[in-house]
């Protein structure tokens, strides 16, 4: 499976972005489609999951502001992303794989990080 990432970009404090998430090759074998993000200096965390039967879940540091969606028939994913923080700002990374456990999504691929930076 391959993913191309894209939505990225500058936005202020309480702005919003739509990531989207591409995927493409063996589509058939994804279950879960998720986020993560990196900041600078800091490891890779788990933003939101979401499964083929559109079951989503959240890190607690997002809940309530953004927002994971899951289109089946163009096999993409989205990350709207509302009242936006500066401690948003990292490189947020698509996943997609066959399994979903209990630190994320698994046995699957990586998409191209897309960097969003939240001014204060």
């Known amino acids: 499976v391959q993913l191309q990432a894209s939505g990225g970009g500058l936005v202020q404090a309480g702005g919003s972005l739509r990531l989207s998430c591409a995927a493409s090759?063996?589509?058939?074998?994804?279950?879960?489609m998720g986020w993560y993000r990196q900041a600078a200096g800091k490891q890779r965390e788990l933003v939101a999951t979401i499964t083929m039967n559109k079951i989503a879940n959240y890190a607690d540091s997002v809940k309530g502001r953004f927002t994971i969606s899951r289109d089946n028939v163009k096999n993409t994913v989205y990350l709207q992303m509302d009242s936006l923080k500066p401690e948003d700002t990292a490189v947020y990374y698509c996943?997609?794989?066959?399994?979903?456990?209990?630190?994320?999504?698994?046995?699957?691929?990586w998409g191209q990080g897309t960097l969003v930076t939240v001014s204060s």
């Open positions: 090759g063996s589509v058939f074998r994804i279950f879960a």
């Open positions: 996943a997609a794989g066959s399994e979903l456990t209990g630190e994320g999504v698994a046995s699957g691929s």
